[in-house]
């Protein structure tokens, strides 16, 4: 009896929570529907969030290599501006084509 | 993306598509900057020697600064004959910059948050490095397509083209991302705390302002000089 009481407490309270999901789908949203924006909003995350860890590490290697060669050679500071810009510059851009599909998700929830 | 209050929403005609405030303000800037470059011209052309910089911080110093810092970097890429590509590319990044910079100010869309402004920026400079590598190789410019070997020549043209309309599409989705991805955080941030914390965002967002304007020339400049360079 008692379990039965908790999982009714339960499945209500999720229902609670998840009251305002439901509520911005609006008249089309059936339960299907509910379901692939879960999965689109999860794959949006996912994206950018993979994107975000693999640029970070990519533009972490950069920036360590040139402040090692900056500390080694403070001369050569200058000349390296440009290439590491450009280096980072090409990096991001590939975070940012997911960033770019990440809101192209979005647009489809 | 969903704005707040703009400025330009004031105004009668525009006042409930933002596509149009985006185009107004676009054309917002490009005016301030012609009548700010004009004045600047007349100024040099009156003094008597243009050559001596003004005394006080002016419109003049600025630009001299800028297109001094463009042309020697311009000048590191391709080669002493650089300044002949400068006024694109100086007028590229002056402009980026501005529509970049007024993102920061509360109450405008920085016109660069959208897919289309850069994407006229980037399809100029497409036009413009194939028209100059044309120019300066004639016929001979589609042997930069063609890879090293003749017989792989098929193969590479493929690859070659693909790589080269990508570029127009990277510079654009780029700048894009930069700019709409710093101006989102500022929004959320002055949003969650109105005071003090968003000064950070602030300082934050002039550096990728002035980074971003500056990877799009310089990749520009990139561009023209693998475009028009002799192998030796």
């Known amino acids: 009896m008692r379990k039965w009481r908790t999982a009714v407490m339960v499945i209500g309270l999720m229902l609670l929570i998840s009251s305002p999901v439901f509520a911005e789908e609006g008249a089309a949203g059936a339960a299907d529907g509910s379901m692939s924006k879960g999965l689109i909003g999860l794959g949006a995350g996912l994206a950018i969030g993979l994107a975000a860890f693999g640029g970070g590490l990519g533009q972490g290697r950069a920036a360590g290599s040139s402040l090692e060669g900056i500390a080694r050679n403070p001369g050569a500071a200058d000349k390296m501006f440009v290439p590491y810009i450009l280096g980072l510059a090409f990096i991001e851009s590939l975070v940012l084509y997911a960033f770019v599909i990440a809101f192209l998700l979005r647009t489809k929830m | ?141 589609l042997k930069h397509f063609a890879g090293p070997l003749i017989y792989l020549a098929p193969l590479m043209f493929v690859i070659e083209i693909i790589s080269h309309l990508f570029r127009p599409f990277s510079l654009m989705v780029r700048l894009y991302g930069n700019i709409s991805g710093d101006h989102a955080v ?39 000089g693998l475009a028009v360079s002799h192998e030796h």
């Open chain 2, 1 to 141: 993306m969903e704005h707040g209050f703009t400025w330009f929403s004031l105004l009668p005609f525009i006042a409930d598509d933002p596509e149009r405030q985006l185009i107004f303000t676009t054309i917002f800037i490009a005016a301030v900057l012609f009548i700010i470059s004009a004045k600047v011209f007349n100024s040099i052309k009156k003094s008597p020697n243009p050559l001596i910089p003004q005394k006080k911080l002016s419109f003049q110093n600025f630009f001299e600064l800028v297109i001094q810092a463009t042309v020697n970097i311009m000048k590191d890429i391709i080669g002493h004959h650089a300044g002949k590509y400068l006024p694109l590319i100086g007028s590229l990044f002056i402009f980026i910059l501005f529509c970049n910079l007024l993102g920061l100010i509360p109450g405008f869309l920085p016109p660069t948050s959208n897919l289309y402004t850069n994407g006229a920026c980037a399809i100029i400079v497409f036009l413009y490095y194939n028209y100059q590598g044309f120019k300066e190789h004639g016929i001979k410019y």
């Open chain 2, 186 to 224: 500022l929004a959320i941030f002055s949003g969650l705390v109105p005071l003090v914390v968003p000064v950070i965002f602030l300082v934050l967002g002039l550096m990728v302002a002035l980074i971003q304007a500056f990877v799009f020339a310089t990749l520009s400049t990139v561009y023209i």
